[in-house]
């Protein structure tokens, strides 16, 4: 009997949490279908949405969350959104008055189809011209239903009106279908007067429920007012967070330190503290709000870059003492006349001893090669020629020679050391008028020419470099020319070096001078930040140069010296958007801070290290900057010990077209 008790209180309990959800529900659907209605009548194009960033006054009733409801329902289905009123609020009545919703689905897909019906109706209907939209009277969506019938009827206007008006049936029938108005079939007001039956029919459990319907009838009343204020309160702070969105008005003023002036106060206890007149640096964080700064605290709190610019500005180039002076003895090693003379009697007997008829038309001294120039005799190949190098080298008792064709001319360069070698100074080179009145953006003093002139090459052209060459055979001292003649030529204004050097030893000394973007680095893993950072660099600039309507670095630099130079100020035109009225496009100007851009030269002194740490970062990061930093000013210079193919790939070496070659260890790398 008890678990009889216990199961019908059970079923009780069920029975009335759903009624008091159903009541709840139909609530949220009353409330949901008022507040659609309030953003529906308050809509303005004005007001901002997702696609109409504006800080002005938000007109709708329901602040900014009914702005963007109401805009998103007028721009899809237009005046359809006004369909779905009706359904929603008739059946939040049907709940609140107990009643059950049958073929929930079926309401649901009627609704749908009312709003699209009537969005197309509202479609055929013409536009006035206070209409804001792009769009007619029915939205997107209603536009799009529209083309099927006039794609079908090709254009026709009659039965386009009579689609239309199909189209007004369908939406009056799926309206009030959804909505349950005098469409109820027998079975549902069978059911409905058997509900109502039950209701009125007296029983011992209406008997019990009746005690306690007075107290569930104030908690339901209480649920739905709290339901109501809580979503006032979600209303509002959506309103305000939106409002501080897209609020463009200035930072609010710093904040005041009120306990300044208590905090002094209380540090004055000393008598004689106040008279030395230091007492403002006894609070430094309140220093500025107080009194301007001494002297010695504004020379230890000034940053390190605010000193960079100044001694930029003060740079001079380092004098020639600090380099060696040519010796006088130098110019004496020369082979006099008479020698050379014996040399080439005695390269052409070496010649003829291999059955290679010709003269010697021409003999270049030079400091440390000396150049022969042989005429051959008709029918003598070049290329049987140049395969005895190994032999001419052996009979002139030289210890190599190299063999190739001039070209241009009729003659074969036959090139064997001097005896004597003659030393290059770099004070001559960088001191000769061909360095100093050179129209090279990056001069680079290589040494001479076997006729003794001086060989100065722009880095620019290359535009980039691959140093070769084995310890010991003059790479480092190759690349150590290169970056003298740098410095001794471009301020760091105009240039900046980044040096990798996994060996340190090499370019460890150059470490703390001006021209440097960082510290010399050492370490493999760092060489990889430091070239991806040169990565990012080159594709700022690019970013600039585009914006500044230039191709290279050059006519960047010469158009912001210009404007500089002329008080101006460049500027260039954006397009931030398009006007809501009129769907023009809206630009305005973007006022441009732009400085010249300093070449940057990347030396690598060692790249095997590199490749064994990092490949692949390494490989990738050249490869970008081989490919693309010519234009935006950064070049690479790159040496190595092996030139070989897994530590300079295929992608790098098609992307270095300058290489100097020192002597290596192997034939098949000399070639590479």
């Known amino acids: 009997m008890r678990s009889h008790a216990r199961g019908h209180f059970t079923e009780q309990l069920r029975e009335f949490a759903a009624r008091r959800l159903a009541e709840i529900l139909g609530a949220a659907l009353l409330v949901s279908a008022a507040a659609l209605t309030l953003a529906l009548v308050s809509w303005s194009a004005r007001d901002p949405s997702l696609n109409h960033a504006t800080s002005g006054h938000v007109r709708n009733l329901l602040g900014g969350p009914g702005a963007i409801v109401s805009d998103l329902l007028m721009q899809l289905v237009g005046f359809g959104a006004i369909a779905a009123i009706v359904p929603i609020a008739t059946q939040g009545l049907r709940l609140m008055r107990r009643r059950r919703i049958g073929r929930v689905m079926l309401r649901v897909g009627l609704c749908v189809l009312g709003v699209f019906a009537t969005a197309a109706t509202a479609s055929l209907l013409p536009a006035t011209n206070r209409w804001p939209l792009p769009t007619g009277l029915g939205g997107v969506a209603g536009d799009a239903i529209l083309t099927v019938p006039r794609l079908i009827f090709a254009g026709s206007g009659v039965l386009t009106a009579v689609f239309g008006v199909g189209a007004a049936l369908v939406a009056i029938l799926a309206v009030t279908g959804a909505s349950g108005l005098g469409f109820e079939s027998e079975a549902d007001m069978r059911s409905r007067s058997s509900e109502d039956d039950a209701k009125i029919r007296p029983g011992a459990d209406d008997d019990d429920d009746a005690g306690g319907e007075p107290g569930v009838a104030l908690i339901s009343l209480g649920a739905l007012i709290h339901l109501g204020l809580a979503l006032k309160a979600w209303m509002l702070r959506a309103a305000a ?45 309140f220093e500025p709000a107080v009194s301007p700064p001494a002297p010695a605290p504004r020379r230890t709190r000034a940053p390190a870059r605010a000193a960079q610019p100044r001694f930029n500005t003060r740079y001079e180039t380092p004098p020639l003492t600090l380099l060696a002076e040519p010796k006088k003895q130098a110019s004496g090693v020369k082979l006099p006349q008479e020698a050379l003379e014996h040399n080439a009697r005695l390269l052409e007997g070496v010649l003829e001893d291999f059955s290679v008829k010709g003269d010697i038309i021409n003999v270049r001294p030079g400091p440390v090669v000396t150049l022969y120039e042989l005429e051959p005799a008709p029918g003598i190949k070049s290329s049987r020629v140049i395969g005895l190098a190994d032999d001419i080298a052996r009979s002139m008792s030289a210890i190599s020679a190299r063999v190739a064709v001039v070209s241009g001319r009729n003659a074969i360069g036959i090139e064997l050391p001097n005896q004597r070698r003659e030393m290059v100074y770099l004070r001559e080179l ?72 996994p060996k340190m030893l090499e370019l460890s000394v150059y470490d703390n001078i001006p021209h440097l973007l960082t510290p010399v680095v050492t370490d493999p893993k760092k060489a990889v930040v430091a070239l991806k950072w040169a990565v990012r660099e080159m594709e700022d600039r690019y970013k600039k140069m585009s914006k500044l309507g230039v191709r290279n670095i050059d006519g960047y630099n010469v158009r912001v010296a210009d404007a500089q130079a002329k008080g101006e100020t460049i500027t260039r035109t954006v397009q931030t958007g398009f006007d809501r009225e009129t769907g023009e496009a809206i630009f305005e100007h973007e006022e441009m801070t732009l400085s010249t851009l300093p070449y940057i030269v990347v030396i690598v002194d060692e790249m095997a290290d590199l490749m064994l740490v990092a490949g692949k970062d390494i ?5 970008r900057l081989a490919q693309m930093a010519r234009a935006a000013g950064i070049h690479l210079i790159m040496a190595t010990q092996r030139p070989s193919v897994d530590v300079i790939t295929g992608t790098i070496k098609a992307n270095f077209p300058t290489r100097i070659s020192f002597q290596v260890t192997s034939k098949i790398d000399s070639r590479t």
């Open 241 to 285: 967070r939106f409002r501080r969105r897209a609020a463009t008005t200035d930072r609010p003023p710093p904040p005041r330190y009120p306990r300044v002036e208590p905090t002094f106060e209380d540090l004055d206890v000393f008598p004689g503290f106040a008279s030395s007149g230091v007492q403002d640096l006894d609070e430094p964080p």
């Open 430 to 501: 960088i001191a000769c008028e061909d360095f100093v009145r050179s129209n090279h953006k990056l001069a680079i003093a290589l040494g001479k020419t076997i006729g003794g002139e001086p060989v100065i090459v722009d880095l620019a052209r290359m535009p980039h470099l691959l140093v070769a060459g084995t310890t010991g055979s003059g790479k480092s001292v190759a690349i150590n020319t290169m970056i003298l003649s740098l410095l001794y030529r471009l301020k760091p204004e105009e240039c900046r070096l980044i040096m990798v050097d």
């Open 619 to 623: 490989e990738g990061a050249i490869q």
